[in-house]
C-alpha cells in the first residue's frame, strides 16, 4: 500500500511540483552550509531537514554571522514549504488508504 501511495503521488504533476520545490529547498540549504560554515555535504544536508522540520537536536548551529543570517532567512521561507510537503503526503497517503477501504468494503 505504501508504495501505491508514493507512485500514485508521483504521478500528479502538483504533487511532483510540491516534491521539487522541497528538494530544491534542502539542496540551496545544503550548498550554503556546507560553503559559509564549512560542514560536510552530509551534515550541511542533516543540519537543512533538522531546520526546516523544526526537529533541531542542537547539534549542529551555524558559527558565522552569514550562516546566522541565513538561517532566519531559510527557516521563514522553508518552513512553510516543508510543513506543506509533510501535509500533501499524510493527506494522499489516508485518501489512499480511505480509498482502498471503501473498495475491499464493496469487492
Known amino acids: 500500500m505504501f508504495i501505491k501511495t508514493i507512485i500514485s503521488f508521483l504521478r ?3 504533487y511532483r511540483d510540491l516534491l521539487l520545490t522541497t528538494v530544491f529547498i534542502l539542496g540551496i540549504g545544503t550548498v550554503v552550509y556546507h560553503f559559509v560554515e564549512g560542514w560536510r555535504w552530509l ?11 523544526t526537529i533541531g537536536y ?4 551555524p558559527q558565522t554571522d552569514a550562516g546566522k543570517i541565513f538561517t532566519l532567512i531559510y527557516i521563514v521561507v522553508g ?4 510543513l506543506a510537503f509533510i501535509n500533501t503526503i499524510f493527506k494522499h497517503f ?7 477501504k471503501k473498495k475491499n ?3
Open 58 to 61: 542542537g547539534d549542529f548551529s
Open 43 to 53: 551534515d550541511s544536508l542533516y543540519f537543512s531537514v533538522i531546520t526546516l522540520t
Open 79 to 82: 518552513l512553510g514549504i516543508i
Open 12 to 14: 500528479d504533476k502538483d
Open 94 to 100: 489516508d485518501y489512499v488508504r480511505k480509498s482502498e
Open 105 to 107: 468494503a464493496k469487492g
